[in-house]
T-cell receptor, first 113, second 108 residues
Framework: SAVISQKPSRDICQRGTSLTIQCQVD?????MFWYRQQPGQSLTLIAT?????????ESGFVIDKFPISRPNLTFSTLTVSNMSPEDSSIYLC??????????FGEGSRLTVL | GQSLEQPSEVTAVEGAIVQINCTYQ??????LSWYQQHDGGAPTFLSY????GLEETGRFSSFLSRSDSYGYLLLQELQMKDSASYFC?????????FGAGTTVTVRA
């Protein structure tokens, strides 16, 4: 299993500001994944954070809007830049074990006013 | 691209059996997983099928047919605590693509 700590757990932000979400894992993992879940919706993969290289972004997500850092094998950050109300969502950090099982952090619930 | 189809909601009574179907179209497919998510909580892993057939884990079972691009999650002896959203997820390459989710409501 894996224990993932994510913070902040929730925040209320003003339009045009940026917020950085932190994700800490209790073991070393090669890849960390950032998902977004809008209210009542499914999970959409934003990007895969790789240690030592740039993140790999999914279609519809760009680095300027969602810059990601991965300084070591246990930590990653996701920044939501220049926020608008459409960015109000839950952002989830996750890691995948060799068994294929995905472990998620508790999520960061962002509300943009 | 990737697409997964599952029913949006199911309602059943305590003690009943519920089957949630999932059909998928995805490239590089190598397995199907199921996740449970309670309101306000994080998704939690339920099961994973890499091969055709049935996997049983307590009251929950999952099935996969690669030839039909189809799988299902079977919830038996339903309990109130099983009220949650259930997502199927297709493994392709190194990542997962999730279905839209099925909201299961268990009534007394």
């Amino acid at each position: 299993s894996a224990v993932i700590s994510q913070k902040p757990s929730r925040d209320i932000c003003q339009r045009g500001t940026s917020l950085t979400i932190q994700c800490q894992v209790d073991s070393q993992v090669t890849m960390m994944f950032w998902y977004r879940q809008q209210p009542g919706q499914s999970l959409t993969l934003i990007a895969t954070a790789n240690q030592g290289s740039e993140a790999t972004y999914e279609s519809g997500f760009v680095i300027d809007k969602f810059p990601i850092s991965r300084p070591n094998l246990t930590f990653s950050t996701l920044t939501v830049s220049n926020m608008s109300p459409e960015d109000s969502s839950i952002y989830l950090c996750s890691v995948q074990l060799r068994t294929g099982e995905l472990f998620f952090g508790e999520g960061s619930r962002l509300t943009v006013l | 691209g990737q697409s997964l189809e599952q029913p949006s909601e199911v309602t059943a009574v305590e003690g009943a059996i519920v089957q949630i179907n999932c059909t998928y179209q995805t490239s590089g497919f190598y397995g199907l997983s199921w996740y449970q998510q309670h309101d306000g909580g994080a998704p939690t892993f339920l099961s994973y099928n890499a091969l055709d057939g049935l996997e049983e884990t307590g009251r929950f079972s999952s099935f996969l047919s690669r030839s039909d691009s189809y799988g299902y999650l079977l919830l038996q002896e339903l309990q109130m605590k099983d009220s949650a959203s259930y997502f199927c997820a297709a493994h392709n390459d190194y990542k997962l693509s999730f279905g839209a989710g099925t909201t299961v409501t268990v009534r007394a």
